[in-house]
Every structure is written in C-alpha cells, then in structure tokens.
C-alpha cells in the first residue's frame, strides 16, 4: 500500500474511531493490497446457473463458491481465466460484479407475478439485470438513471442480459413521487454516494471527501428515498442502497425520513440473509438514529471480505402525501411502433416455428408482451408499459427480434441469444477448433454442415452446445454475425 493511499484510509478510519475498535482497524488496513473477489450472476435467461456454473468452472479453471444470499450467485476464489475475458461474458450468460452490490436485491421477494418496479438510479445496470432474473422476466420494471451520459451503459448491460420487460429512462429520480403515486409493487433506490466505501477497487478508487459534500449528498439523498416512498404502493417493498459506509449517506438518511414521515415506514429485519453479523448503527459521534435502523445492513469489509456497502428494505404502511404533477408526455405513435396486425402475428409465429421449431407465441403471452413493428423491424413491447406508462418518452425499450428482408425474416442477436436454448431446429454446430476464431468475430470458411447454404440465419453451437450467436450460412462459409466488439 502506498504513503498515499495509506494516508487516505487512516483519515477515513479516524471518522470510525468511536465506532470500530483498534483491532478492527487495523484489519480493514491488513486487506487493503488484497483483491476483491469477483462474484458472477448466471442468466437464468439464457441458460441453467446451476449447470452452466460447473461448466464454467471446469473451461476456465475457476474454483467457484457459492453465494448463500442469492440464487444463481457464486464468488469466484481463484481463475485461471479471467472472468470478463470468455464468449460467455462477453454474450450475458452472466454478470461480473462485486458481490456486496448483489445483496440490495437478494432483499427483495416478490410474490405478485407481474410487479410493478422502479429502478430509480439504474446504471450501469447490474441490479436492474438482477431483477429481471428474481421476477423471471415477468415483471415490468423502469430502469432510470437521471445521467444522461450514464445511459448508454445502461441500454448496452440490458440488451446484453436479454430481458424484455423493461424500459429505460432518463429523468429525475425526484420526480416519480409527483408523477406516479402509489404506483409501484416495488422500488429500488442505490443511491448516488460518495463511495466511502473503506476498500477501494479500480471500479471505485480511494478518493477524499468532505462533510460538507457527505451532508449535500445526504439531501439529494433524502429527497430521492421520499420521492421513491410516494411512488411506492401502500404495502409495497423498497430498498435502499449506497456503495458508502459513511453514516451521513446511510443511516442518517432513513432517521431523517422516519423523522419526517412517522408511522408511515418501517425497517424490515433482514439480518438472517447473511451469515455474519452487519447491523447498522442506531449512533454515531453525537447522533442517535431509531433503533430500527439496527435492522439495515452495514457490510464492513474486513467482516464480509466485500467492499464496503449499505442497504436497508423498508416496508410502507400508509400512502405519503405529493404535490401531483403530470409526468413528461410523447404521443407514442411518435415512437412509429405500431401493433403487428393478426397476418403478420401468424406469419412471423409460422417462420419461427418453421425455420427454428419454437413456439414463441407462447412466450410472448406468458411475459405479458406484444409484437409490435416499425418499418421492417419487429419488437417486443411490455405490455404493462402500454398500460401504465404509454406516453412516458423512453430511451430504450423491450427487445428488438429482428426484421423483413426481402420478405424473409432475419432475426436479431438478442432474439438468438436469448431464446435459442429453445430451438430444435435451425442449429448449426461448428468444430472446436473453429471456435477461436468465431468468437473472434470471424467467418468460418467451408464449415462442415449437412445443411444446404441458400442465406439461411442459423444459431451457432459448439460441440459443448454453448450458444455463440447468429450466424448466416453461405456457399463455402458462415457469416459471422456477432455484435462487433472486442472480448
């Protein structure tokens, strides 16, 4: 550890003299020049976690640990291939992340099977990608970020993950209590924070903060968790989550809303999720929080072996009053999306059958989607979106499955990605020694296949039966069809 960084964390610590002892400390010195572990979420989407991770294990030498706090989570020991590095990372089979920012969700149930859910500050998208996989697609949620830069991250990680029910937005997350009260089942609030988080990772670098910047935080913070409480049904669920161990971000900002809105929320004790005691505090320095706060968690990083976090699930009993306002409009006929018509549903439903032999029409209904078009192209649209939300401007919405071409159907990567685990027909299967170089983003020349080349659009395996993608057959090669990026 450097005389810098070494500095900046004995100045973070002093803050915690009261709070930690000297040996624990000290701990949270000794781990500092250690890495954190990776942590991978399997898609559930796209493949069998508790499959695929054995799988996984066994191509790239990993030795994997499970997650005991979340289903299809596991924590990666060691690698002899990096995890961000294979086909399958680079294709949302699964999701690297720290895995302190996989708890926020694992709070959560879900018992309504098409919730409502509001991602209040989504990107770069991991936790919206989580609860996608608990709700099984089945529910609709708002991914919004109120960063516009931030958004173009947000739309890659979700089309990546392949979910459909779902919508990207743009706006201030202090606005959906106003626009939409008493909407959602269920609200997720990760925070904007000053990642004090007393283990720093490239992700999140050590940086210095000030109280002055904490307490401004701790208003927008504030002002974001009430905002979410209005829009969150009576009775309804919320998290709230900052990457910061400073209790200005954290604790203090619940106190200040129970204090605000007595009677109207309480902290769910969420303790027995974790295999180690991480209370938060209900003191700090001069202040005294509700004893309920106790019932959050503060992941301390020498105890978790994570990077420092903070969340708490917050129950609502009674609806908060807001100053109604009506939310941004755009006609969605503006979108030129329009509902496919009952020749075209028939059509598209008899060529997948046909040419992949799937029955997606089964899909479409169980997921709560309809087949929309524009143009050429054909997407998948979620139907509680058209009922809640029609004419609320987004950046990114469903799924794009794919498009006519010279009346023939030329399918999306995301529409092979996500549904060609079920495919029976339409399959074409490339030696190992090509793989190489289809992952590469390369043409196979003269592939060897029984299959007639006449342009037909293929889902591309591996002896191993891993989905690598699109790909188009041609006279004496396969079109490489992959998104063009780097793995």
């Known amino acids: 550890m450097t005389d810098t960084k070494a500095q900046r964390i004995d100045q973070s610590l002093q803050r915690f003299s009261g709070t930690l002892s000297e040996a624990e400390m000290l701990k949270i010195k000794a781990i500092q020049d250690s890495p954190l572990l990776s942590a991978i979420r399997l898609n559930p989407l796209k493949t069998n976690p508790d499959e695929a991770v054995h799988d996984l294990a066994a191509r790239y030498g990993w030795q994997v640990e499970p997650l005991i706090f979340s289903d299809n989570a596991w924590v990666i020991k060691s690698a002899e291939f990096p995890p961000g590095k294979t086909i399958e990372h680079r294709l949302g089979v699964y999701y690297l992340q720290d895995a302190a920012s996989i708890v926020p969700v694992s709070l959560m149930t879900f018992d309504h099977p098409h919730p409502l859910i509001l991602d209040m500050a989504a990107s770069p998208g991991g936790k919206t990608t989580h609860l996608v996989d608990r709700t099984h697609d089945q529910g609709f949620i708002l991914s919004n970020d109120a960063s516009k830069g931030r958004i173009p991250a947000l739309r890659s990680v979700l089309a990546n993950w392949c979910g459909i029910n779902l919508a ?69 669920q919320m998290v709230y989550a900052t990457c910061s161990l400073a209790p200005e971000e954290d604790e203090a900002v619940i106190n200040r809303v129970l204090d605000t809105l007595p009677g109207t929320i309480s902290i769910e004790n969420v303790s027995g999720l974790l295999p180690f005691k991480a209370p938060g505090l209900t003191t700090f320095k001069t202040e005294t929080y509700h004893p309920e706060l106790a019932h959050t968690l503060r992941l301390w990083p020498h105890i978790t072996g994570m990077s420092g976090f903070f969340c708490g699930l917050i129950k609502k009993h009674k609806p908060i009053p807001s100053l109604i306002e009506p939310p941004p409009s755009r006609d969605f006929a ?87 685990r079920y495919f029976t027909t339409g399959i074409i299967q490339i030696e190992d020694d090509h793989v190489p170089t289809w992952t590469a983003g390369r043409d196979i020349r003269h592939p060897q296949t029984y299959q007639k080349p006449t342009g037909q659009y293929l889902l591309v395996v591996d002896r191993a039966g891993r989905n690598l993608g699109l790909g188009k057959l041609l006279p004496k090669r396969l079109r490489n069809m992959l998104p063009r990026v780097s793995v």
């Open 168 to 236: 990207v937005t743009n706006f201030p997350g202090e606005k959906y209590g106003s626009w939409y009260p008493e909407t959602f089942d269920s609200i997720l609030l990760d925070a904007p924070c000053s990642m004090e988080n007393l283990r720093p990772s490239p992700a999140h670098p050590l940086r210095e903060t000030t109280q002055d910047e904490r307490l401004r935080l701790q208003d927008r913070q504030a002002q974001l968790l009430i905002s979410g409480l209005q829009a969150l049904k009576t009775g309804g």
């Open 334 to 420: 503006l979108t030129q999306l329009s509902p496919a018509d009952q020749n075209l549903r028939e059509n598209f439903y008899q060529v997948i059958d046909q040419h992949y032999g799937f029955d997606i029409d089964s899909h479409i209904q169980e997921a709560g989607l309809k087949l929309f078009t524009r143009f050429e192209g054909l997407y998948l649209i979620p139907e509680a979106y058209l009922t809640h939300f029609k004419d609320l401007p987004f950046e990114f919405i469903g799924m794009s499955i794919g498009q006519w071409h010279q009346g023939d159907f030329q399918p999306s990567n995301a529409f092979i990605s996500r549904f060609g």
